[in-house]
C-alpha cells in the first residue's frame, strides 16, 4: 500500500516539475523575441503604453516586466504583483495586481522583495 501511494506520489512530482521546465523554456522563447506573455484582462492597451521603460534598476534589484515582486511602502502597506515597467516622467513603478494596475511612486517604496524573475529557473 505504501509503495503504491509513493509511486503515484514520485509520478507527480516528475510531472509538475517538468511542466515547471517547459513553462520556464517557453518564457525564455518569448524573452528571445522580445516578447513578455502576461495573462491579466484587467490591463488596458493605455496602461501598457504608460511604461516607458521595460528593464531598469531599482536600488540593488535589477527588474524586467514580467517579475514578481513585493513592495513594503512606508505607510506599512504592502504590495504584491508583476512589474509593467516603469514610467519615467511621473517617476512610478506600473505594478500589475489582482485588483488592477497601480502606479507606485518610487520614493514611496521602502522595501522591495522579488519573488520570482519572468523566464529564470529558481
Do not use: C
Request: hydrophobic content about 45%; overall charge positive.
Amino acid at each position: 500500500m505504501f509503495d503504491y501511494v509513493l509511486r503515484i506520489a514520485v509520478i507527480l512530482w516528475i510531472v509538475s516539475l517538468t511542466g515547471y521546465i517547459f513553462i520556464v523554456l517557453k518564457e525564455k522563447i518569448y524573452l528571445k523575441n522580445n516578447m513578455i506573455y502576461l495573462d491579466y484582462k484587467n490591463v488596458d492597451p493605455d496602461q501598457i503604453k504608460e511604461v516607458e521603460i521595460k528593464h531598469f534598476k531599482l536600488g540593488n534589484h535589477e527588474l524586467m516586466a514580467g517579475d514578481e515582486i513585493k513592495v513594503k511602502l512606508k505607510g506599512a502597506k504592502s504590495i504584491k504583483g508583476t512589474v509593467l515597467g516603469l514610467a519615467k516622467d511621473k517617476k512610478t513603478i506600473l505594478l500589475m495586481g489582482a485588483k488592477g494596475v497601480k502606479n507606485l511612486e518610487i520614493h514611496a517604496i521602502k522595501e522591495l522583495k522579488v519573488a520570482s524573475k519572468y523566464g529564470k529557473f529558481f
